[in-house]
């Protein structure tokens, strides 16, 4: 006696068959996918897939140029046209960005006060880089610093890879 799939044309047999094949190409799918996306991230530069930042370290000033509490030096790296202030807080020494998390005018150390001032809106920023006042709603950006055989290092955060770069067939 023949059950009610067979009736209808499908047998048993052809039933555990579709669904072998139903298997085999949700199977092959995910197998495909997975050899797409290994063969996209050969393709693409590194920092598309891994940590998009690395820190490049660069040598700010001699530590006796900012050994005094209070001291602050205002270091330019004009080959990547940035600008950081060191200081030294309370025998702490420690490095800033000077561009304003409002609207990027550049901030100043008002040394006597010891604290970061905008001129454009007049925010305030603490000497640890934390808003006091004004309309910015986060701190300064803060660099680690290294100090090494008595020279300072300023590590920046880059993009592990520049969009030129790829253009010109660098950095992949
Ligand atoms: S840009 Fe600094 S407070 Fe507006």
Same mark, same amino acid.
């Given at each position: 006696?023949?059950?009610?799939?067979?009736?209808?044309?499908?047998?048993?047999?052809?039933?555990?068959?579709?669904?072998?094949?139903?298997?085999?190409?949700?199977?092959?799918?995910?197998?495909?996918?997975?050899?797409?996306?290994?063969?996209?991230?050969?393709?693409?530069? %590194?920092?598309?897939? /891994?940590? !998009?930042?690395?820190?490049?370290?660069? $040598?700010?000033?001699? +530590?006796?140029?900012?050994?005094?509490?209070?001291?602050?030096?205002?270091?330019?790296?004009?080959?990547?046209?940035?600008?950081?202030?060191?200081?030294?807080?309370?025998?702490?020494?420690?490095?800033?960005?000077?561009?304003?998390?409002?609207?990027?005018?550049?901030?100043?150390?008002?040394?006597?006060?010891?604290?970061?001032?905008?001129?454009?809106?007049?925010?305030?920023?603490?000497?640890?880089? %934390?808003?006091?006042? /004004?309309? !910015?709603?986060?701190?300064?950006?803060? $660099?680690?610093?290294? +100090?090494?055989?008595?020279?300072?290092?300023?590590?920046?955060?880059?993009?592990?890879?520049?969009?030129?770069?790829?253009?010109?067939?660098?950095?992949?």
């Amino acid at each position: 006696m023949e059950n009610k799939s067979e009736e209808k044309g499908i047998t048993r047999r052809g039933f555990f068959q579709r669904i072998l094949v139903g298997f085999g190409l949700i199977i092959s799918a995910g197998a495909t996918g997975a050899i797409a996306s290994q063969l996209l991230k050969s393709l693409m530069p %590194s920092g598309w897939f /891994g940590e !998009p930042y690395v820190y490049r370290k660069v $040598y700010a000033a001699p +530590i006796t140029e900012i050994n005094q509490v209070g001291a602050s030096i205002i270091f330019e790296d004009k080959a990547n046209n940035r600008k950081a202030i060191l200081i030294n807080n309370g025998g702490n020494i420690q490095a800033f960005s000077l561009v304003c998390t409002h609207l990027g005018c550049q901030v100043f150390w008002e040394k006597e006060r010891g604290k970061f001032l905008c001129p454009c809106h007049t925010a305030v920023f603490a000497a640890d880089g %934390s808003v006091e006042s /004004g309309p !910015p709603e986060k701190s300064l950006d803060q $660099y680690p610093v290294e +100090i090494k055989d008595g020279l300072v290092y300023i590590s920046f955060r880059e993009p592990t890879w520049q969009p030129e770069q790829y253009f010109r067939g660098e950095g992949l």
